[in-house]
């Protein structure tokens, strides 16, 4: 299918950087990268939102700086410029949760530097935004954090609606649940993960069918057109 | 050696990005510093709530610092006083290095008399569901209430003494207990110094108007 409004061929390519970033390359489910604080906060559904969203706000900021300086930094020392970066952020981003969200802060307390060594972060700048313009870069770092963060917030509401029969701190299951202790804690985290990887895999596998089919039906109704095409001739 | 023109792009470009960073976490720092104090002193604010009976001062300004024996950093302490200015309650954190997974930190509140008024816990890392009780578990934490050196056996009942362990957890109540216990058992041998400048203290602020 060929677009000639640049308008919508724009608005598909952000879409499809968009995509890409929130699903087809989805840090969690397709790299499985940034599993440490992954692993570590994902005890609630709250938690992982909230350290969800400080990787997104690093995520974008760096994303959107690098872009915008790619041009002038040798590439010998963009590894070291870009961690620089990354790390300024997140140190800005943990003095502000620090100030304004003091709670939180206690709670994600270690994870929140640790965001400087999320290999999600760095591997962004490195693969898109030094090579891609600043509005690209911004799309792209919007879709990583936000399917990172839901990667976070679906395990975690796994883990705190199987350990303790909430969501949010919404009582679901009621009062007589027994609380599957295990799935508190860390081993629990890996088997969550698990069935998640799974139930994404089976997503794609449905997805990639239904494409082949559509594939396959246009491509018979191009044969017929040609064939039309033909007899006309 | 010779630098030529690449290097020198270098040295300017991370020189160039170090210096905005640095820019802009002092920046930061500036607009931070006194929210994040203030977020701190409402979280002692609200721990020091719950486990000081009904007072008439400022227990965050009303306080006294003392080095123990054998500590590094000197110790808080935080007077309640009545309304005829005589102290009720003194509350002082108390850390237990032996948790299942690393130091509990404890604040205690202890009468005069050498009972204890109540504690809580301000941090800990035990393991959610099994250790983590000693900050949710009401009945537990308020078993510390009236307890003091003479009164009480000061272990979990598994080793003998006069509090519940945890299901699963005996190590996490047992550090505490025996942090509460050190901390009474120090209150005891400084007390009078303590009481004395406490008191010495009020009688300056009222001497100097």
Known sequence: ?233 | MKIDREQWQMVIALLVVGVVCTLLLATTNIFTKAPIAQAERQALMNALMQVLPEHHNDPIGDTRDITMDGDKKPTRFYFSRDKDNTINTIAWQVTAPDGYNGSIHILMAVHPDGSINAIRITGHKETPGLGDGISKNQPWLDAFGDKSLNNTRWAVKKDGGDFDQFTGATITPRAVVKAVKKGLAMFTKIKSKLLKKAQQQTEAQHAMP
């Open chain 1, 1 to 233: 299918m060929q677009c000639h409004d640049p308008n919508e061929e724009l608005v598909n390519q952000k879409a499809e950087i968009f995509a890409n970033g929130f699903w087809h390359n989805n840090a969690i489910f397709a790299q499985l990268l940034g599993m440490c604080p992954l692993l570590g906060v994902t005890t609630s559904a709250e938690n992982g939102f909230w350290m969800g969203a400080a990787t997104l706000l690093a995520l974008v900021c760096s994303n959107l700086t690098v872009s915008l300086i790619r041009g002038a930094i040798p590439a010998n020392v963009r590894i070291p410029a870009y961690i620089t970066i990354i790390a300024a952020f997140v140190s800005i981003i943990e003095m502000a949760m620090n100030a304004w969200m003091h709670e939180m802060y206690l709670i994600l307390g270690l994870f929140i530097p640790l965001i400087v060594v999320n290999c999600a972060i760095l591997g962004r700048a490195e693969a898109f935004a030094s090579k891609n313009t600043p509005i690209n870069s911004l799309v792209d770092a919007l879709a990583m954090g936000s399917g990172f963060t839901f990667a976070l917030v679906l395990l975690g509401g796994v883990r705190e609606l199987l350990g303790q029969g909430e969501v949010f701190g919404f009582d679901i299951f009621g009062a007589d649940y027994p609380d599957v202790l295990m799935f508190i804690l860390p081993p629990g985290a890996f088997i969550a993960l698990g069935f998640i990887l799974a139930g994404v895999n089976i997503i794609n596998r449905k997805m990639k069918a239904r494409k082949d089919k559509q594939a396959a039906i246009l491509a018979t109704m191009q044969t017929a057109d040609l064939n039309t095409a033909e007899v006309q001739s």
